[in-house]
Structure formats: C-alpha cells, structure tokens
C-alpha cells in the first residue's frame, strides 16, 4: 500500500506563493512520475504539472512560468512551488502517483493513469 499525504495549502491574496508538498510512504519506488492535480468546485479535476522520474517537469499552460514541481526522492518527497499566484488558482490540489514504474509520465493529465491519490491541501487565493 502506498500513502500520499499533502501539506502546504492555504490562503493568500493574488501576486503571492505558497509551496505544497507530498509525503509518499509505504511500498514507494522513487521512480514513478508523479503528479499534481487540481479541482476547483464545481469543475473536473485537472493536470496542473508532472515530474518523471529523471526529474523532468511537464506544465499545464495556465501554470507555466508561475509553477515549479520537483522530487527529493531521498524523502520520497514532492514539492509545488506556486509563485504569482491568481485567483483562478483557487482548488484543492491533489498528489498523485503514476501507475507506470518506468518513470514515464505517459498520458500526465488523465487521471486513469495515476493508482495512488492523497487526500489533497486547499489553495484559496483572494483578489
């Protein structure tokens, strides 16, 4: 069984950062992409950035330029620095882990790829 727990969120006004992160535990294998989603009320979860496992990040384009994901695999460990953030940012953002152990991030944005979900960390960013 493998555990995903996130941290980090919270509430800021528009221009501001938060990072969030995510503890993998359990049968972890330091390999797989790994990915942050994001679900607004109301709306359909979404891609926002993956990471594979040579540690190459891929970006939603409403996030590029304003988000960074990365990985400390030696603390199984996933971060996303969220840096300019705006209103439209508002969700609750959810770590995933791909269900590939080659550490593709084949298909990053369907969610049918990913087998292990945290409970996710709300982000509220006010105007």
Not at 23 to 41: D, E, I, K, L, Y
Not at 48 to 73: C, E, H, L, M, W
Not at 76 to 102: G, V
Request: charged letters at 20%.
């Amino acid at each position: 069984q493998v555990l995903l727990v996130e941290s980090g969120g919270g509430s800021v006004q528009a221009g501001g950062s938060l990072r969030l992160s995510c503890v993998v535990s359990g049968r972890t294998a330091s390999t797989n992409c790994m990915a942050w989603f994001r679900q607004a009320p109301g709306m359909e979860r979404e891609g926002v950035a993956a990471i594979d496992g040579g540690g190459i990040g891929i970006y939603a384009d409403s996030v590029k330029g304003r988000f960074t994901i990365s990985r400390d695999n030696a603390k199984n460990t996933l971060y996303l620095q969220m840096n300019s953030l705006r209103p439209e940012d508002t969700a609750i953002y959810y770590c995933a882990r791909h269900s590939r152990y080659d550490g593709s991030c084949t298909q990053w944005g369907s969610r049918d790829k990913y087998n292990y979900w945290g409970q996710g960390t709300q982000v509220a960013v006010s105007s």
